[in-house]
């Protein structure tokens, strides 16, 4: 029953948008409307076959948008997407649906073509219920194609329509969710009975034990006595453990946050033994920088001394030949009387000079 009354509502207010619809499109209602179109194309030059295909489109006084989508292999045999968006515009002599189709990966692959009203009508949805004709492609890709109207609802109406089926689909969902709900509940209350109509069986075989059990009730209550009386020397056996455990705890707790301190004192030693390490190794390349630059020194200083050495001895060897040098102008001058040899002798002296200069800049260069 409840599910007619359920169906009967769905199929009321269906019925209600739907009647207010269609007369609102009689009543050429000015604003958007949702209609459904179809789209038909004949057979192509090519022999491909004819086609057809319906999709939504936006009515509004002037103007239709709307558009179509399709999967397709391409030449390259890969899944492709393609468009076809319509837009049209409606003036007082014509109403002309241009469409711009391409594919969504390959965008190279690009058309448009128009369809064109007959005859003339004060709404767009009039020119639809006629037929709009119009030419696809060119050469062997040409096909003559048709655009017709097949049904309209006004925007809002379709939006409603659209959420009262969510709401449907939502409902029904939740009746289905509440049936199988109860439909567990059920057999939980099942198994309950069960267990209750068991628990009643061993109720009645404990009733009977009881009978029995009566005529022990005395000794049991010695029994009883002797229990408790042990029971209350164990809880004060356990009160006593209960202090000794919290002693224990007590101390435990003392003895982690020692040891997280040792564990703190330990991480900082690392720390700093990690410091000292980097510190280290640091020293040690700056050692070994040292010990190079001083092998560098060493060299240059031994280089440096073998040049002295070298220049000492070209110095040993011009105060040598200065000094023989000399041995002979003294020499010559006893022996040379006339001018030329005068002369001569002034020739002497300047290379003498000119040799104690160059004596002079070696020594400034041992310096």
């Not at 469409?99 to 128009?114: I, L």
């Not at 033994?273 to 060299?299: F, G, Y």
Request: overall charge positive; aromatic content about 6%.
């Amino acid at each position: 029953m409840k599910k007619l009354l359920f169906l009967s509502l769905i199929f009321l207010f269906l019925s209600i948008f739907t009647k207010k619809s269609i007369g609102d499109s009689e009543h050429n209602i000015k604003g958007d409307q949702l209609t459904r179109v179809t789209i038909h194309c004949e057979k192509g030059a090519d022999g491909r076959r004819p086609f057809s295909d319906a999709f939504y489109a936006v009515v509004t006084e002037n103007t239709f948008q709307g558009s179509r989508s399709w999967n397709e292999k391409t030449k390259r045999s890969v899944m492709d997407r393609g468009y076809e968006i319509f837009t049209g515009f409606k003036n007082d002599k014509k109403f002309i649906v241009s469409v711009q189709g391409r594919y969504v990966h390959d965008t190279s692959n690009k058309w448009s073509y128009k369809f064109k009203s007959e005859g003339k009508h004060n709404n767009i949805i009039g020119y639809l219920k006629d037929g709009l004709s119009g030419v696809r492609g060119s050469g062997n890709w040409r096909r003559k194609c048709n655009l017709k109207y097949v049904y309209t609802h006004r925007a809002a109406d379709a939006v409603a329509v659209k959420n009262l089926k969510k709401n449907i689909k939502r409902v029904s969902k939740e009746r289905d969710s509440i049936n199988e709900e109860v439909k567990k509940l059920r057999n939980k209350i099942s198994e309950f009975d069960k267990k209750i109509a068991s628990l009643n069986l061993e109720i009645k075989k404990e009733k009977e034990k009881s009978l029995n059990l009566e005529k022990n009730i005395k000794d049991i209550n010695k029994d009883k006595e002797l229990i408790e009386k042990k029971l209350s020397e164990s809880e004060e056996k356990l009160e006593t453990g209960i202090k000794a455990k919290k002693e224990i705890e007590k101390k435990l707790i003392e003895q982690e946050e020692k040891q997280k301190k040792v564990e703190e004192k330990i991480k900082k030693q690392e720390e700093k033994q990690k410091k000292l390490e980097e510190e280290n190794l640091k020293q040690k390349k700056s050692k070994k920088i040292t010990k190079e630059k001083l092998k560098n020194q060493e060299e240059i200083l031994r280089e440096q001394e073998e040049k002295r050495k070298l220049i000492d001895e070209k110095i040993k060897q011009q105060k040598q030949q200065q000094k023989e040098a000399e041995e002979k102008l003294k020499k010559r001058e006893e022996d040379l009387k006339t001018s030329e040899e005068q002369r001569i002798l002034e020739e002497l002296k300047k290379k003498i000079e000119e040799e104690k200069k160059k004596i002079e800049e070696l020594n400034k260069q041992t310096e």
